[in-house]
């Protein structure tokens, strides 16, 4: 099982760029699905993006389609979120997550990474 860490968090203005890298350990990365969820304040876990460790599909929630783009590099064992004209609303706690079976719930996760994006 791969453990994951992230980074690149931070605080931004509003329209600003961040990139967040989650580092996984282990030889089996390539076989994962990566997802990046995110936690505001009050509100529960959901996830932004995601990408397959099949075929590189990707998947976006609306709130971010056009403006993150999630990304991985398996020769690095890292996946990305590119994430551009960052508003207020995109403030909380982001995660890594990856699972082997794609019918199944992410479980593996990151410790998380604080996005604070002000207006």
């Known amino acids: 099982q791969v453990q994951l860490v992230e980074s690149g968090g931070g605080l931004v203005q509003a329209g600003d760029s961040l990139r967040l890298s989650c580092a996984a350990s282990?030889?089996?990365?390539?076989?994962?699905?990566m997802g990046w969820f995110r936690q505001a304040p009050g509100k529960e876990r959901e996830l932004v993006a995601a990408v397959s460790g099949s075929d590189g599909s990707t998947y976006y929630t609306d709130a971010v389609k056009g403006r993150f783009t999630i990304s991985r590099d398996n020769a690095k064992n890292t996946v990305y979120l590119q994430m551009n004209s960052l508003k207020p609303e995109d403030t909380g706690v982001y995660y890594c997550?990856?699972?082997?079976?794609?019918?199944?719930?992410?479980?593996?996760w990151g410790q998380g990474t604080q996005v604070t994006v002000s207006s």
């Open positions: 997550a990856g699972k082997v079976v794609l019918s199944r719930p992410y479980d593996t």
């Open positions: 282990g030889r089996t990365f390539s076989r994962y699905h």
